[in-house]
Nanobody, 122 residues
């Protein structure tokens, strides 16, 4: 089994910055992708950013492109989300997700973190 543990959420004023971290642990043979989603009250969960291991592709949601930066420490199986120029509409629960191959046979697990609250005050 794979576990994802997030940290770094909190309360910040509009225009401020926060950095989220997500560490993966457990049965990890290879990580195919790691990223972040968010869900605001009464809204659907949406993609914030993701890193695809093969090819190194990075994907951003339209609403955060240019303000947020995703990065990964492969040695530590950790993904980060640097959030700058935060706006009240960025307020949401942010979830880490990962697509992980758990053994040499190719068995995989799609894991989610428990979520961390980000609140941006105006």
């Amino acid at each position: 089994q794979v576990q994802l543990v997030e940290s770094g959420g909190g309360l910040v004023q509009s225009g401020g910055s926060l950095r989220l971290s997500c560490a993966a642990s457990g049965s990890i043979f290879r990580i195919n992708a790691m990223g972040w989603y968010r869900q605001a009250p009464e809204k659907q969960r949406e993609l914030v950013a993701a890193i695809i291991t093969r090819g190194g592709s990075i994907i951003y949601g339209d609403s955060v492109r240019g303000r947020f930066t995703i990065s990964r420490d492969n040695a530590e199986n950790t993904v980060y989300l640097q959030m700058n120029s935060l706006k009240p509409e960025d307020t949401a629960v942010y979830y880490c997700e990962a697509d992980i191959v758990t053994d040499a046979a190719g068995n995989s697990q799609y894991a989610w973190g428990q979520g961390t609250q980000v609140t941006v005050s105006s």
